[in-house]
């Protein structure tokens, strides 16, 4: 039987409250559900809590999933809405320490390389943020979750072209972001 196939079979088990098809599937999906967190939220612990909550979730609510050939786009979706509450946390948290570590910056000496790996880190971070929702979730999933153009497509029902498109034209933001020096906290570098 082909994975598709057996997927699909799972999920319609898993549907019927059967607790073993439900821990096959999370088998199958787990890995790439903790690399997308993990890249996304930079943080092992983190993007274990998040996956563990998609995971709870999915759990209660899989006899609700109309299509049992769209399971992978509907745990991400799961996952992706997770992540997104965590990260506006996260924004709220930075804000609140961003004037106690302009201060404590402020009397730190500058370390030569490992300052500028800090900075370029920095700059790439930044460059990731002029992204729109979707082609984050594109360019995560195809370089940390190694998804080809068809497997995001599939999950997040699109084009394939559209993927394509979409992952370089994001790839293009990034490079001119970080082209331009970037606008670090504010002022040109």
Known sequence: ?????????????????????????????????????????????????????????????????????????????????????????YVKRRENEAGDYLEYSEVLPAKGNVMEKVENQTMVEQAFKVLSDEEKEIVTMTIYGEYDSGEIADILKLNRNTVRSKYSRALGKMRNYLSGGGDMYGKQR
């Open 1 to 89: 039987m082909q994975d598709r196939e057996r997927e699909i079979q799972l999920v319609s088990l898993a549907k019927r409250r059967n607790p073993h098809a439900f821990a096959e599937l999370y088998r199958l999906v787990y890995r790439d559900l903790y690399r997308t967190a993990l890249y996304t939220l930079g943080n092992p612990e983190d993007a274990e809590n998040v996956v563990s909550d998609t995971v709870l979730d999915a759990y209660s609510g899989i006899e609700k999933l109309r299509d049992e050939g769209a399971f992978r786009g509907w745990i991400f979706r799961i996952l992706d809405n997770k992540m997104k509450r965590l990260m506006r946390e």
